[in-house]
């Protein structure tokens, strides 16, 4: 199964642009990339994913390299409330559903 | 809408012990997935149900069961409980097995003595 490899933490200035990397060199072609989010005793929370192109929603972008193997998202402009832990993921799809396999995080604090 | 919700929040067992865990889904999603999160480390899987059936298996050991019922809530079952079982139980809700976007419920939390 395809593993994925963030940095433990990050720090970024409130206002300013989040660039949170992923590593997932073994990843399959019909792997997704995912995004989650978790806030300190809370449940994850989804942001984002994508297969091949970059996407952007109204919480992040996401963009995935040509080949695949890395991927970064990027929060446009950070505010207090987006200090929590986040999670690159690869869903591994088999006969009728998936598995998710999540890392251990980057955790970001976003500072004033 | 009310979001996944899971019961109970908050349970210590000993050691040897047996434990349900209890997840309604989002109203209209159909697929069930469950998770353990052991302090300091990211969700780990450990089932997927859609339809009562199974659709994922993680590496957990058959002490771990699960099933779906036909309002599609889930139990989680654990046996035998070990000191090692202590973590934040996450149960996700999807509309379909396939489906995107999964939806987080708050956890139970296992301390197990």
């Known amino acids: 199964d395809a593993k994925t490899t963030q940095p433990t933490s990050m720090d970024c200035a409130e206002g300013r642009a989040a660039n949170l990397p992923c590593n997932h060199s073994?990843?399959?072609?019909?792997?997704?990339v995912y995004w989650y989010r978790q806030i300190h005793s809370q449940g994850p929370q989804y942001i984002i994913h994508?297969?091949?192109n970059n996407e952007t929603n109204e919480m992040a972008s996401l963009i995935i390299t040509e080949d695949r193997k890395s991927s970064t998202l990027i929060l446009p402009h950070a505010t207090l409330r987006d200090t929590a832990v986040y999670y690159c993921?690869?869903?591994?799809?088999?006969?009728?559903?998936?598995?998710?396999?999540f890392g251990a995080g980057t955790r970001l604090f976003v500072k004033a | 809408d009310a979001g996944v919700t899971q019961s109970p929040t908050h349970l210590i067992k000993t050691r040897g012990q047996q434990v349900t865990l209890r997840c309604s889904p989002i109203?209209?999603?159909?697929?069930v997935s469950w998770y353990q999160q052991v302090l300091g480390q990211g969700p780990q899987f450990i089932f997927q149900?859609?339809?009562?059936?199974?659709?994922g298996r993680g590496n957990f050991p058959d002490r771990f069961s699960a099933r779906q019922f036909p309002n599609y809530s889930s139990e989680l079952n654990v046996n035998a409980l070990l000191l090692g079982d202590s973590a934040l139980y996450l149960c996700?809700?999807?509309?379909?097995?396939?489906?995107?976007?999964?939806?987080f419920g708050p956890g139970t939390r296992l301390t197990v003595t």
């Open positions: 073994t990843i399959s072609g019909n792997e997704y």
């Open positions: 994508g297969l091949k």
């Open positions: 993921i690869v869903r591994v799809p088999h006969t009728g559903g998936f598995k998710t396999i």
């Open positions: 996700a809700s999807s509309f379909g097995a396939l489906s995107s976007e999964q939806y």
């Open positions: 149900y859609y339809e009562k059936e199974e659709r």
């Open positions: 109203s209209g999603h159909k697929s």
